[in-house]
């Protein structure tokens, strides 16, 4: 399951003025009513097009730098995702693809062009660093709501907006398990902030999203940080560029298609 309420997708949450599904919710359905909400004001947008830079900063002060162009496709049983570098040029044509399975779960490739071959990556190795950055690769997809349990933790003024904390389970939200906490603003139900503990409550990440823009109806955020606690390394994304209804289809993200 991704660890992130869809990085790329946090980036597009429709503007609108809509009243809120989540008003009236009992506090024991509260957290999944807000998520709900946000995923609601995340349809729609059909595909979009996008220029990502990576820049990633070690513990030692060396900085790294990736271009990537990042394609996604709507759909009914998930949506659909594919990343390609462009910058270096030693690993340009490296291809990530994300598409989704049954119950909220999602299969991913990686097509490496100085081996010329494709894998697939399973189990464990989802979350793996991807390129060498402090995001995994189950980061860079978007994840289903029902894959989760959620917790309504408290109000919490964000930005200077009404805002609520939901803890974020892949089961039922308990001690012993690795959790995340949403950090997400109730007025315009957008995410700010993922923190990531261990199954012994330990910060180990913290992701925070900046600098939301109206794109054709859709919140755009183009700058996002993940931050490693414990080595102080951080990977941080700047988008740009950002194109909807592009006119992409289900064929542009079959995995046969991957080195072609």
Not at 60 to 86: H, W, Y
Not at 110 to 139: E, K, M, N
Not at 146 to 156: A, H, K, N, T
Not at 245 to 250: A, C, D, S, T, Y
Request: aromatic share 8%; glycine share 8%; charged share 30%.
């Amino acid at each position: 399951m991704s660890a992130l309420i869809g990085v790329i997708h946090a980036a597009l949450v429709a503007v609108s003025s809509t009243p809120s599904a989540v008003a009236g919710q009992d506090i024991d359905d509260r957290g999944l009513a807000i998520v709900k909400e946000m995923d609601r004001k995340n349809r729609g947008f059909v595909d979009f097009e996008v220029e990502l830079r990576m820049e990633i900063h070690d513990e030692r002060g060396r900085t790294r730098v990736r271009e990537m162009t990042v394609r996604s496709l709507e759909s009914k049983t998930g949506d659909r995702t594919l990343i390609v570098l462009r910058r270096p040029a030693d690993l340009a044509g490296t291809t990530f693809l994300s598409i989704p399975k049954d119950q909220g779960r999602r299969a991913q490739w990686i097509y490496l062009p100085t081996a010329r071959r494709v894998r697939r990556i399973g189990g464990s190795q989802s979350s793996d660093a991807f390129l060498g950055s402090h995001f995994t690769y189950d980061d860079l997809t978007p994840p289903a709501v029902e894959g989760f349990d959620y917790r309504w933790v408290r109000d919490q003024e964000i930005s200077g907006r009404p805002g609520a904390l939901i803890e974020r389970c892949d089961s039922a939200c308990s001690a012993g398990l690795p959790r995340q906490l949403l950090w997400v603003d109730t007025d315009r139900y957008l995410l700010h902030r993922v923190d990531y503990f261990d199954a012994d409550g330990v910060l180990q990440r913290t992701l925070r999203i900046t600098d939301y823009r109206p794109v054709k109806g859709f919140w755009r955020a183009s700058h996002m940080e993940m931050v490693d606690v414990e080595s102080g390394g951080r990977t941080v994304l700047e988008w740009s560029g950002f194109r909807l209804g592009i006119g992409l289809k289900e064929r542009d993200f079959e995995p046969a298609r991957l080195g072609r």
